[in-house]
């Protein structure tokens, strides 16, 4: 069974930053794409940012130029620039593997305010 093991979430103020990790348990050599989506409060669950196995990236238009995503090995991280109030929520990890199977982390929060 993989396991997700996130951190990095947290208080921080608007015009801040943060970076958040996550770490898979299963094989590196199976790993395919990687991301991070968010849940805000009373909201469904969006795709934030992901990275393929080759290194292409996405990002949600509302990320784009504050956001980055990356992968070392079977971590991922995404860090956040320019946080927003609009940008607390739960942050998820996700990872799909070559074999289609895809798991997700426990989530860590994010809140940011003044």
């Known amino acids: 069974q993989v396991q997700l093991v996130e951190s990095g979430g947290g208080l921080v103020q608007p015009g801040g930053s943060l970076r958040l990790s996550c770490t898979a348990s299963g094989s590196i050599f199976s790993l395919n794409v990687m991301g991070w989506y968010r849940q805000r409060p009373g909201k469904q669950r969006d795709l934030v940012a992901r990275?393929?196995?080759?290194?292409n990236t996405f990002y949600a238009d509302d990320v784009k130029g504050r956001f980055t995503i990356s992968r070392d090995k079977s971590t991922v991280y995404l860090r956040m620039n320019s946080l927003r109030p609009e940008d607390t929520a739960v942050y998820y990890c996700?990872?799909?593997?070559?074999?289609?199977?895809?798991?997700w982390g426990q989530g860590t929060q994010v809140i940011v305010s003044s």
């Open positions: 996700n990872v799909v593997y070559t074999n289609g199977a895809g798991y």
């Open positions: 990275i393929t196995g080759t290194g």
